[in-house]
């Protein structure tokens, strides 16, 4: 799947499919973004585009720091046109930002917790931000060999798999991601047939935003986000255009919409 053997006389290489290749990862300054960021420095990846509000710079001569918030449609423009100045190979875009709660979105647990504030600011990052991306950086994976355009989810947007409730604006707004994507996979595909475009739910990881609910999440179940991104890495280069329109679990299980 994600790792070739090659046999030359005696050695064995080990060979990872992220090696030469050129990434760009959006939230790329903590949490999983900036695992990520460094997993594909440590698989080989030629170039790197490092996406966040503070535009916080990677010292390593592959990585490009883009200051950019991923809510800003200019700013999204801007981007793509950099990239796409810079090279005609983009392999991968991995779309991590996601919010949880702020000053004035808290996860609801009853619905009368319910403000519209809240939900439009966990739609504005959670649901907009990725499909702005598409909208933006697809059009740069379009050159017809393999490329991924992979949008960090979360398994509490599966609306088959909600059992608990609550959380109503980081369910809801998650779903929404997933349809987004899953519809923006439809059509990219008329366009490319080499294009894999799906949504991804990393486990619950060790992060800041995880970071108050983390009080009844064994230990075994909590990833770090170096651990986090290595599996994505992993699942994300074991997928083909197939699977495109997918949401997968960080063990590459497909999780139910
Ligand atoms: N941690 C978990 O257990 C868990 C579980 C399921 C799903 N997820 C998902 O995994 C993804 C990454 O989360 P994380 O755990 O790494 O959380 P995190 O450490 O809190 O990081 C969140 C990321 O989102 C970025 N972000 C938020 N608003 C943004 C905006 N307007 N523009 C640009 N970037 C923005 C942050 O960038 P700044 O540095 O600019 O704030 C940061 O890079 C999210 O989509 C989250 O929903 C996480």
Redesign the pocket.
């Known amino acids: 799947m994600h790792t070739a053997y090659l046999h030359a006389d005696e050695v064995v290489m080990n060979v990872d499919a992220w090696a030469g290749q050129q990434v760009l990862v959006?939230?790329?300054?903590?949490?999983?973004?900036?695992a990520l960021v460094a997993a594909l420095l440590d698989r080989g990846a030629a170039q790197v585009w490092a996406a966040?509000?503070?535009g916080a710079c990677v010292d390593d001569p592959r990585v490009t720091s883009l200051t950019?918030?991923?809510?800003d449609e200019p700013g999204l423009a801007a981007a793509a046109a950099q990239i796409g100045a810079a090279t005609d190979r983009l392999h991968a875009v991995i779309h991590?930002?996601?919010?949880?709660q702020n000053d004035v979105l808290r996860p609801e647990r009853r619905m009368q917790d319910i403000s519209l504030e809240a939900l439009h600011a966990s739609f504005?990052?959670?649901a907009f931000?990725p499909m702005l991306a598409a909208k933006h950086f697809l059009p740069l994976l379009g050159h017809g060999e393999r490329a991924i355009f992979a949008s960090?989810?979360?398994?509490?947007g599966s609306i088959g798999d909600n059992r608990l409730g609550g959380w109503y604006s980081y369910r809801a707004a998650?779903a929404a991601q997933n349809q987004l994507i899953h519809t923006a996979a439809i059509e990219a595909a008329r366009k490319s047939r080499a294009l894999i475009c799906c949504t991804l739910?990393?486990?619950?990881?060790?992060?800041?935003?995880?970071k108050p609910f983390q009080a009844g999440v064994k230990p075994e179940k909590l990833f770090t986000?170096e651990r986090a991104a290595a599996q994505l890495l992993d699942v994300l280069a074991g997928l083909t255009p197939a699977d495109s329109g997918g949401f997968f679990a960080w063990d590459g299980q497909p999780i139910p919409w």
């Open positions: 959006v939230g790329a300054s903590k949490g999983i973004g900036a966040s509000r503070s950019l918030d991923a809510t991590t930002p996601g919010l949880l504005a990052v959670n931000a960090v989810s979360a398994r509490v998650k739910h990393p486990g619950t990881v060790d992060t800041g935003l995880s986000p």
